[in-house]
């Protein structure tokens, strides 16, 4: 199993043409998901005793199971979030499996670390953070807002003497993702829904009233703004929000997981303003930074609070703590971690930072162009003004059933895969636009669709 054979080189030739292959598809197969007896019917029980050798269980892979799921880098792939990663970054990806790094410590992963720091401090650099700013690489926006109300929390716990309120609270608007209620919860600390506005956007003024209305035992530790909501991608009114915090000494938590990537499109960049007074800020560098999953990017304002809530200690860990280094493991819930920022790091090292900012505009440009299709048909009428790459619309006369439907069948057929959402109640459709490779034209496919 563990010295290299003559076996080992024919599949190794195999699997390296595979996703060569892979990579040079233009366009990938949309594909689509089967349900568990189909595959249990199509690929039979795969692990046994003996093992089915290298060349079969590849076979199942590349016949049966690749099939089933779906391309997420697919140019009509617009549900949820996307991702797109770059060739350069897939590749890359390659080389990280094969390479056995400890990304967790200094000690271990050094020169991974090293590059993996330079990619965020890029990131941190566009959200204007200061130079000591820093944190690691997490599997997602989930785990990254997890980490950073912990560190929140803990701040929040010092700054008090060790003393816990009845309740420990987060604010954070009615539309922000679904993973801060999750991290509340893990928590156990309350999320407390601040009103926004009817675009979905959340002021400063409302995060103050929410809090003169909770008093000054109200707990409150933190105040999540959201750079791109999910299902709207709506900017909250970070600047000011940014001055509440200020005045009430409190935490504040970018979460970027999707649309902060437009910090690098000049034409956006204005939206953002505040971010900069961010305390700990999330972006997904597996959404809209053409990375593959999971790579989110964490990042704190004073790295040494998130240090204190986060490193682990043992015994057996002496031979890492005592040592005065720089550990990805010290900023997040994790300890071991894949290199899981170096594909992102390695493209971003060889096509540099105007490449990025070029495809992340052209983007925005479809997106522009996409309203204007939009407006121009009058069987579908838009629910707001996008600010980034998300754009939601109904379809006039169409009941659920009917979004599903037409949903669905778009899978079938291996078109593109566009799945309704909710909305204030009413279930509407929804694109989300981060692949460089999406057209005006796949955008008129799809809306043609729906006469
Ligand atoms: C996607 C997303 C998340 C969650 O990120 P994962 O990478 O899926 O864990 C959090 N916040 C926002 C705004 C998102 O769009």
Redesign the pocket.
């Known amino acids: 199993m563990h010295r290299w054979t003559e076996d080992d080189e024919r599949i190794g030739q195999e699997i390296l043409a595979y996703a060569r292959d892979r990579l040079a598809l233009d366009p990938v197969p949309l594909d689509r998901p089967l349900p568990p007896s189909e595959l249990e019917r199509l690929a039979g029980q795969t692990v046994t005793p003996q093992g089915l050798g290298a060349e079969e269980a590849f076979r199942i892979f590349r016949e049966i199971l690749a099939p089933a799921t779906i391309s997420v880098d697919h140019p009509r792939f617009l549900s949820f979030?996307p991702a797109a990663p770059s060739d350069l970054a897939m590749l890359f990806d390659l080389v990280v499996g094969a390479s056995s790094i400890y990304a967790g410590t200094w000690l271990e992963g050094a020169g991974a670390v090293f590059a993996e720091n330079q990619a965020l401090r890029w990131v941190a650099d566009l959200a204007g953070l200061p130079p000591e700013a820093g944190g690691c690489f997490v599997s997602?926006?989930?785990?990254g807002?997890l980490a950073a109300l912990v560190a929140a929390r803990h701040t929040a716990l010092d700054r008090r003497g060790g003393e816990r309120p009845a309740r420990w609270r987060v604010l954070a608007s009615q539309e922000v993702?679904s993973?801060v209620a999750t991290a509340a919860s893990v928590m156990d600390v309350e999320l407390v829904d601040v009103p926004s506005d009817d675009q979905g956007r959340m002021w400063g003024s409302a995060v103050r009233a929410a809090l003169d209305e909770l008093g000054d035992e109200g707990g409150v530790f933190a105040v999540v703004g959201?750079a791109?909501?999910?299902n709207l991608g709506v900017v909250d009114d970070l600047a000011g929000i940014a001055e509440v915090c200020a005045e009430r000494g409190l935490w504040l938590h970018v979460?970027g997981?999707?649309g902060s990537a437009a910090l690098a499109a000049p034409s956006a960049r204005h939206l953002f303003a505040g971010v900069e007074r961010a305390d700990s800020f999330v972006v997904?560098p597996?959404?809209w930074l053409f990375a593959p999953y999971d790579c989110?990017a964490l990042v704190y304002r004073d790295p040494e609070l998130a240090r204190r809530a986060h490193t682990q200690r043992a015994g057996y860990l002496e031979a890492i703590t005592a040592r005065d280094e720089w550990n990805p493991s010290d900023y997040a819930v994790h300890l071991t971690r894949r290199a899981r920022g170096l594909p992102f790091w390695f493209s971003l090292a060889a096509h540099g930072t105007e490449a990025y900012a070029a495809a992340i505009e052209r983007t925005l440009e479809v997106a522009r162009a996409a309203v204007t299709e939009i407006d121009a048909r009058s069987h579908v009428e838009r629910v707001h003004d996008p600010m980034l790459t998300v754009i939601a619309f109904r379809r006039l006369g169409w009941e659920p059933e009917d979004y599903q439907r037409w949903s669905d069948r778009l899978l079938q057929d291996g078109y593109a895969f566009v799945v309704p959402t909710r909305h204030r109640g009413e279930t509407i459709a929804r694109i989300a636009i981060v692949n460089p490779l999406t057209t005006v034209d796949d955008v008129r496919g799809i809306l043609d669709s729906m006469v």
Do not use: F, Q, W
């Open positions: 979030i997602g926006g989930t785990a807002n993702h993973s959201s791109g909501t999910t979460d997981a999707y997904d597996h959404k989110a």
